[in-house]
């Protein structure tokens, strides 16, 4: 079936497609804000040049992409065939004419934005599998492209910002980094790390434990933080420098 609007009703889902939404145009204005030689240029992720990321951001979408219509016919169609298959792809995009690349992440965002509009309300539920090996409803792709074309346009590296990320977003990574890293606190011995946001009401804590590192900053400074993306603007809650945070995913 073809819709025009939105087949899903749940309010949570259509917010969290509008947000989803939100971020790609912000990720696709700051790509387009790139000349063609601009995607030689350098990201803030160590080692990626922006054609990779670019290359990346599109093939994710083609990713996500697969496991709607997986949920959509019950055919089992993984987001990648292995790592190695998801890392060759990226390589080889990223060797792409700049159109070409252009084209990929346009095309790419299309399609799943028309998946998601096309997937009836009885099937947000269905069961998929992530390329962590996770099984989630086909609902968490809308997370997964969220916080993916948000973080990766501020990683483009050509004015994005954290502080222009919707604060739904923000708060809901500052609970995800937390709850990532007290699932592997005793496998890693990571200490308890709460987050005091000076532009929130309430900290964001991942357990009733007294914490022993917290951090202050704006959300949007810890969000940034928290996800490997520098400590401007945050410090420890007694004034200290922000420490190295543990790796998020
Ligand atoms: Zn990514």
Partial sequence: MVARTDLVTHPAAIAGLLLARRGQAYYSRKLNELTDAEFDGA?????????????HVGLNARALTRLIEWAATGIETPMYESMAQRDEEIALSATLPALALRNLSDHA?????VEWRDLPDADWSNLVRTAQGRTVPVSETVWMRT???????????????????????????????????????VAESLPVFAFEATDRSAPFLSTDVTSDVVLRGTAASLAQWATGRGAEGVTTAVGQPAPEPPHWL
């Avoid at 074309?149 to 050509?158: F, K, M, R, T």
């Fill in 109 to 113: 965002a299309i399609h799943l934005t």
């Fill in 147 to 185: 916080r993916e074309v948000w973080i990766h346009a501020v990683d483009l590296a050509n004015g994005g910002r954290f502080d222009d990320i919707p604060a739904p977003v923000i708060d809901r990574l500052l609970r995800e980094v937390l709850s990532a890293w007290d699932r592997r606190r």
């Fill in 43 to 55: 990201t803030l992720l160590p080692g990626w040049s922006r054609r990779e990321l670019i290359a």
